[in-house]
């Protein structure tokens, strides 16, 4: 099993900045050696992935967030973060964590992000 935590959601207004952060745990789970991802589901809309980082530190990003998210990880802690730059009203989602571990998808409970215009 895999608990996954996030915290750092908020209201923020267009042009503003967030860090979300997503504290994992779990036997022998490790943010290290396994893919993690951030998604988003607005109100009405299908959940999209945002992030992902693989091991060995490859990274990916929907279109609609280059250049303004950036994922990382802090192996030490076992956390995974999504820093969001350049905030726009469309970015307005719950957010929400996932682990991909010995063939399942856990999920964390997700963080809202409201931003305004």
């Known amino acids: 099993q895999v608990q996954l935590v996030e915290s750092g959601g908020g209201l923020v207004q267009s042009g503003g900045s967030l860090r979300l952060s997503c504290a994992a745990s779990?036997?022998?789970?490790?943010?290290?050696?396994?893919?993690m991802g951030w998604y988003r589901q607005a109100p009405g809309e299908q959940r999209e992935l945002v992030a992902g980082?693989?091991?060995?530190?490859?990274?990916k990003y929907a279109d609609s967030v280059k250049g303004r998210f950036t994922i990382s990880r802090d192996n030490a802690k076992n956390t995974v973060y999504l820093r969001l730059n350049g905030l726009k009203p469309e970015d307005t989602a719950t957010y929400s964590c996932?682990?991909?571990?010995?063939?399942?998808?856990?999920w964390g409970q997700g963080t809202q992000v409201q931003v305004t215009a």
């Open positions: 996932n682990a991909y571990y010995r063939g399942r998808y856990f």
């Open positions: 779990g036997i022998g789970f490790s943010v290290m050696t396994n893919v």
């Open positions: 980082i693989y091991p060995g530190s490859t990274t």
